[in-house]
């Protein structure tokens, strides 16, 4: 597999503005996933991957929560890797909700549009945890560029986790966490 080169732009770097929040997967593409009956809906993130055009599966997602991933999926705009949407999968035994923790970076010229969506999203049920809205750490980048800042070498169940990177080079790439 091609080594993927993820370097952190101090230039542009507050040229972009993050969310993020934690919340329960079904929440991201289903209308109501508390009954038996499941229907789909994912308004909301498909409003933020069409603004900021980025390719997401769905498919693929719901694969990756149905196998119990501990994995982080980033999917980046394919001409700006800078802009992307994460979704990093929980590893709790006593979590019950399925929950994931979705983290959104644009340019801050699109921040208003991409807000608004995200709270669409935030409000759409419970559970929750703080929504975040980061100017200046951007600690998503330094998750995504920088995986090592993130992911804790101390704890060794986490150091099998992966970061996947998609829409780069056509295919999805993986850096392993040290």
């Known amino acids: 597999m091609d080594k993927l080169e993820l370097k952190i732009n101090n230039i542009t770097i507050l040229d972009y503005v993050e969310f993020s929040f934690a919340l329960p997967f079904g929440d991201l593409f289903f209308e109501d996933w508390n009954e038996n009956d499941w229907k789909k809906d994912g308004k909301q993130i498909n409003e933020i991957s069409e603004d900021l055009c980025i390719p997401f599966d769905f498919e693929y997602l719901d694969g ?46 699109k921040e208003n549009k991409i807000r608004e969506s995200l709270f669409d999203l935030y409000k759409k049920g419970q559970p929750r945890s703080s929504f975040s809205i980061d100017y200046f750490n951007q600690t998503l980048y330094r998750r995504t560029f920088g995986s090592d800042f993130y992911f804790y070498k101390d704890q060794k169940p986490l150091r099998k986790r992966k970061q996947y990177h998609h829409n780069i080079k056509d295919k999805p790439l993986t850096l392993p966490m040290r």
């Open 64 to 109: 990756r929560f149905e196998n119990d991933s501990i994995d982080v999926e980033v999917f980046h705009k394919p001409n700006d890797s800078e802009e992307f949407i994460s979704i990093e999968f929980a590893d709790d035994p006593t979590d019950q909700c399925g929950m994931v923790i979705l983290g959104v970076r644009c340019l801050k010229e």
